[in-house]
């Protein structure tokens, strides 16, 4: 059974930092990629970051510069940095393991790429 536990949320004021983390648990093949999501109240779950194979790396524009997704494969475990944090950045942030075979190019940032969530972790950013 695949477990995604998130860490590392919580309440800062802009222009703070936070790391996220993700261990990873029961992946019984290596996924092509992995991601990270947020999802705000009101608004569509969207693709913030994305860790493929090589180093490649891909990050929505909202965040790019101020946001690095990271992993340490000894670890199982995806990490978020995130700088310079916004308060449109407050959002349930979840990492997600990709679909074997799919395309990091091409759904990478996008939900129906995933097929297993973790549960989320809330950051507040304050003004």
């Known amino acids: 059974q695949v477990q995604l536990v998130e860490s590392g949320g919580g309440s800062v004021q802009v222009g703070e930092s936070l790391r996220l983390s993700c261990a990873a648990s029961g992946l019984t093949y290596r996924r092509s990629y992995m991601g990270w999501f947020r999802q705000a109240p009101g608004k569509a779950r969207e693709g913030v970051a994305a860790?493929?194979?090589?180093?490649?790396?891909k990050y929505a524009d909202s965040v790019k510069g101020r946001f690095t997704i990271s992993q340490d494969n000894s670890k199982n475990t995806i990490y978020l940095q995130m700088q310079s944090l916004k308060p449109e950045d407050t959002a349930v942030y979840y990492c997600a393991a990709g679909r074997s075979g799919w395309s990091f190019e091409g759904w990478s940032l996008f939900t129906n790429g995933y097929s297993d969530w973790g549960q989320g972790t809330q950051v507040t950013v304050s003004s």
């Open positions: 860790i493929g194979s090589f180093g490649r790396n």
